[in-house]
């Protein structure tokens, strides 16, 4: 199972953190990933890490504001995201895959986690 927290309302140019807590499963072995899904529009590709913490991928939107992590340690993946902008409202979801990170898909989807940014 994946659980993500961390949503809220902020406004622009803040910060959150997101983080997705895994259990259940061998965390340390999948990728890792951040989608999310804006109101009447598609989920979206937000940012993916490699099981060994190599190799992070980004959305071109969020490049150079995001930053995603993990601690195997503790089954979590993160989201750090900066200087927020409205067009980032949208629930945020984690996901588990085996898929390399610049072409990832789940195979494990988490509940989301709503980020609204006002202007």
């Known amino acids: 199972q994946l659980q993500a927290s961390g949503g809220g309302l902020v406004q622009a140019g803040d910060s959150l953190r997101l983080s997705c807590a895994a259990s259940?499963?061998?965390?340390?072995?999948?990728?890792m990933g951040w989608f999310r899904q804006a109101p009447g529009k598609e989920r979206e590709f937000v940012a993916a890490?490699?099981?060994?913490?190599?190799?992070?991928y980004y959305a071109d939107s969020v490049k150079g504001r995001y930053t995603i992590s993990r601690d195997n340690a503790k089954n979590t993946v993160y989201l750090q995201m900066n200087t927020l902008k409205p067009e980032d409202t949208a629930v945020y979801y984690c996901?588990?895959?085996?898929?390399?990170?610049?072409?990832?898909?789940?195979?494990?989807w988490g509940k989301g986690t709503q980020v609204t940014v006002s202007s």
């Open positions: 890490i490699s099981a060994s913490s190599y190799s992070p």
């Open positions: 996901a588990a895959g085996a898929s390399p990170t610049y072409r990832f898909s789940a195979n494990y």
């Open positions: 259940g499963g061998a965390f340390s072995r999948y990728n």
